[in-house]
């Protein structure tokens, strides 16, 4: 009989990606418009992916595999 496969949560799918080593990345918030009024650090802070220990653990119960 087969096994049953397990679903991720669509909406964890969607914001992090599993990175080769077994973390998971998610993209930063705050930088897709209205860009004039933030400083230049402020944009260049989030042009970084971001990871933690609560996201990674987190994110590893929403999507298995």
Same mark, same amino acid.
């Given at each position: 009989m087969p096994k049953l496969k397990l +679903?991720? @949560? %669509?909406? *964890? *799918? +969607? #914001? $992090?990606k +599993?990175? !080769?080593?077994?973390? $998971?990345? #998610? !993209? %930063? *918030? $705050? +930088?897709? @418009?209205?860009l004039t009024s933030k400083t230049r650090p402020e944009r260049h802070d989030r042009r970084r992916a971001g990871g933690s220990g609560e996201v990674e653990t987190d994110a590893a119960g929403l999507i298995p595999d």
């Open positions: +679903k991720s @949560h %669509r909406g *964890a *799918a +969607k #914001r $992090f +599993k990175t !080769s080593t077994g973390k $998971f990345v #998610r !993209s %930063r *918030a $705050f +930088k897709q @418009h209205i």
